[in-house]
């Protein structure tokens, strides 16, 4: 049988490394800030698939290059570059984000070790993971609404349950950036860590999850997901649809344009 870490050997944009029954996916774009680029997106759904799909994993490490964990989308390549010439922007062409899918899918368990900024898509992506542990650095932060957006599927589906919905609804309406500190009072993660324990953290954390019976801990998983949440694919296809309307709204352009220009946004309400 090919292994996980074969069939990952060509990726670019992810590490995916495989020790003791944990997989670790790291998003390696740290120019970037790990901002997903189309490429990015895809790798990312393929590296929690294949961790899905192998029978030797049994918990599962989302990470990202220092300095941060991830920055969302890449604005100036999937919202204000020129569109690849056999994909439009991810929102219009799907019924939900494949990656979303991929992680929300995954039935081993899955923590995020946020080691820097999880904005945007990046928080959302912390929000699909089971357990969330932070470096003293992380910061989080819904900034849909700066872009003239909604966010995806984690704000509304992960987010209110996670941290209860005034609490959901101020970060969402706000678009306000919170720090490590915050995020373990209101519950968002479970232990913030000095920096250069963050990983071994994770990991000691993987390692106990993946020394249990698998099958019960799936089945475990799988309880939660049912009881605790709701559907994902109903709610992100309401998410998505609506994204798709206000991607045509001149507060959108204005979003995009007022990041790409460093400035601050003057929105219309159009």
Known sequence: MVSLIEKSTGFEHTIVTLEDHVATITLNRPHRRNALNFPAYDELEQSLRLAAADPDVRCVIITGADP???SGDDVGEIMAGPKPVSRQPMPVTFTVTPAAIAALDLDKPLIAAVNGAAVGWGMELALFADIRI????????????????VCDVGGFYRLPAVVGPAKAAELLFTGDIIDAAEALRIGLVTQVTPHDQLLATAKVMAGKIAANPPLAVRHLKAGLSKYAYGDPREIGAWAIEKIRLLMQTEDHKEGVASFMEKREPVFQGR
Do not use: I, P, Q
């Not at 932070?134 to 957006?149: P, Q, Y």
């Open 68 to 70: 941060s964990f991830c």
């Open 134 to 149: 932070a470096s003293e650095k992380a910061k989080f932060g819904e900034l849909f609404v700066k872009r003239g957006l």
